[in-house]
C-alpha cells in the first residue's frame, strides 16, 4: 500500500514566477491538507481540500491555491514566488470520516526561491 | 485550537526511557491530543492520540493529566532511530488542520 507521494522532490525558481507541487493521497483516503515548513519551524497549514473543495484555510494569502481532482489527488499553485516561499511544503491525507484526524504525511517538495 | 507548550529540547541515552511533556491548559472538551514526530528529512508521523484515557501503542504510551491540561509522552526504551521533533498536538474532533507548535528536539545517546 503506497503512502502519500509528492512531486517533485526539490525545485528551484526564481522570484516572481509560479510553481506546482503535486500530492497523491494514500489510498482509500479522500482529504488532503499543504503545509509548509520554514527551516527550524514546524509545519504550518496552508489549506485542506475534501471533495474538490478548499474546507478549511490558514493564514496565508491568495497568492497560494490549491485544486483536487475526483481521484483524490490535488496540487498547490504559489504565483508571484517570494524568497520568502523557500520552504517544505507538505502535503497529508485523511479519511474525513475518521474524527480523530489522524494524517498521513509525504515526503515533502523542497522549494528553493532565488 | 488549544496551545501548547514543550520544551524546546531533550537528551537521553539509548534504552533509558524518555518522558515527553507538553502543556495544554486551553484545552477544549472535545480536543484530541495527538503526537506526531519528524525525523530528519521526513515529513512529520503519527505517534499516538488520545482524548482522556492513557494510551498505549507500539510506538509508546501517552499519559493524560486528570484535568487534561497536560499529557505526557513515553518512549520506553529510546534507541538511535527515535532522535526526532516530537510535536503535541490539539485538534478537535470535527476537523482536520493540525496545529504545529516548535516541538522537542530529542537526541538520544548510544
Known amino acids: 500500500d503506497a503512502g502519500v507521494t509528492q512531486s517533485p522532490t526539490h525545485l528551484i525558481k526564481t522570484r516572481g514566477q509560479q510553481v506546482t507541487l503535486r500530492c497523491s493521497p494514500k489510498?482509500?483516503?479522500?482529504?488532503v491538507s499543504w503545509y509548509q515548513q520554514a527551516l527550524g519551524q514546524g509545519p504550518q497549514f496552508i489549506f485542506q481540500y475534501y471533495e474538490e473543495e478548499e474546507r478549511q484555510r490558514g493564514n496565508f494569502p491568495d497568492r497560494f491555491s490549491g485544486h483536487q481532482f475526483p481521484n483524490y489527488s490535488s496540487e498547490l499553485n504559489v504565483n508571484a514566488l517570494l524568497l520568502g516561499d523557500s520552504a517544505l511544503y507538505l502535503c497529508?491525507?485523511?479519511?474525513?470520516?475518521?474524527?480523530?484526524?489522524?494524517?498521513?504525511f509525504g515526503p515533502g517538495t523542497r522549494l528553493t526561491v532565488l | 485550537d488549544a496551545k501548547t507548550t514543550q520544551p524546546n529540547s531533550m537528551e537521553s541515552n539509548e534504552e533509558e526511557p524518555v518522558h515527553l511533556p507538553c502543556n495544554h491548559s486551553?484545552?477544549?472538551?472535545?480536543?484530541?491530543i495527538h503526537w506526531y514526530r519528524q525525523l530528519p528529512s521526513q515529513g512529520p508521523e503519527y505517534v499516538i492520540h488520545g482524548l482522556t484515557s492513557n494510551v498505549n501503542n507500539r510506538m509508546a504510551s501517552l499519559a493524560i493529566a486528570e484535568d487534561r491540561k497536560s499529557s505526557t509522552l513515553i518512549l520506553h526504551r529510546a534507541t538511535l532511530r527515535d532522535a526526532a521533533v516530537y510535536y503535541c498536538i490539539c485538534s478537535k474532533a470535527a476537523g482536520n488542520k493540525l496545529t504545529f507548535g516548535g516541538g522537542t528536539r530529542v537526541l538520544v545517546k548510544p
Open positions: 486551553t484545552i477544549s472538551g472535545t480536543d484530541y
Open positions: 497529508a491525507s485523511s479519511l474525513i470520516s475518521f474524527s480523530t484526524d489522524t494524517q498521513y
Open positions: 489510498s482509500g483516503h479522500d482529504t
